[in-house]
């Protein structure tokens, strides 16, 4: 038998495109979700944002919880809670909450990014997110989704005793840091900051601890961020891919707004002096025939020894994300329950 690729996951941002309502962005994510239940995706995670007129993704718990009554196997998660934007006690009582209502399927990425620009920042009323505070209150939040402590006077009730899994996630060699020291699963955002990656996982390797009262797992635990898009042919997929070319440009350019229709070249519509922020933080994707792609990403993870890939797609038509995840599925080998997304299940 050929041996198990590794699992996938999904990314999912609950984008917007142009002419779209945020109602309608939210239940096409439902509909995603859904088909990444159905096709075998190990998990899905959403990802905070705000002020976001492309992503409606604010919200991650009540998102989360919607999309946990429209699905029955797949893991939710947070890809992530932006911790300095909240109280620790705040997110045990909601994801214990969530893990009360729905079992142990989810998740809690962590991160220290603000996810919004800085005066939307400034109105979260943000704590600092510096390395030790933000370690600090990862363990706080961790100790509230614990066993009952003796004597403890400030409880997350429900959530004490739910146990919720937790990641760390980066985008530098700072949650790598803190991943390593706490003993936790550490996810890199190298779909966006794919600058440090080699560096933020060997450090996490290095400083890896196991024996630490906080250790979730015994050995270090990868993951990593992949841009990807499916279509049946190149130039069919390098075509849509400009939607996601054209949303860098926004983002880095500071002209938002919800996700363009994809064009014939990105020149016609792009001042030159924009163009380089087209691919200036998606150089880690992966766009093509759903052949081209696996190839790839089996790549990518063993270039870097990955245990997992969690990969996000942006198309103008829904329809056409759900189809890339589709056909990658497919040519990826899952299949629903029982295929390879449960190698790693030990580490959920």
Known sequence: MPTPRIPLSVLDLVPR??????????????????EA?????????????????????????????????????????????MLPNHSPLMVAEYYGTLATIHGDRFDLGLGRAPGTDPMTAAALSRSTGHLPDFASEVADLQG??????????VRALPGEGTKVPLWMLGSSTGGAQ???????????????????????????????????ATAQVDRPTTMAGVNVLVAPTQEEADYLFTTAQLMAIRIRSG???PLDPPVESLASVV???LLPLANAHQSVRMVGTAETVVAQLEKFAATHELDELIVTTYTFDPELRRRSYRMLAEAWGLSGTGSSVDVLADTA
């Open 17 to 34: 495109s142009q002419g779209m309502t945020p109602a309608t962005a939210i239940e096409e994510s439902v509909a995603l979700a859904r």
């Open 37 to 81: 239940d159905r096709l075998g995706y190990r998990r899905l995670w959403m990802a905070e944002h705000h002020g976001s007129e492309a992503f409606m993704s604010s919200a991650t718990s009540l998102l989360l919880g919607h999309v946990a009554h429209a699905t029955e196997r797949i893991r939710l998660g947070s890809g992530g809670v």
């Open 178 to 212: 803190v991943a390593a020291a706490l003993g936790l699963p550490f996810s890199f955002a190298s779909h966006f900051a794919p600058d440090q990656l080699r560096e933020a996982l060997s450090l996490y390797r290095d400083r890896f601890r196991s024996n630490v």
């Open 144 to 153: 509230y989704l614990g066993e009952p402590r003796a004597g403890a006077r």
């Open 271 to 273: 001042p030159t002096e």
């Open 255 to 257: 002209q938002p707004a």
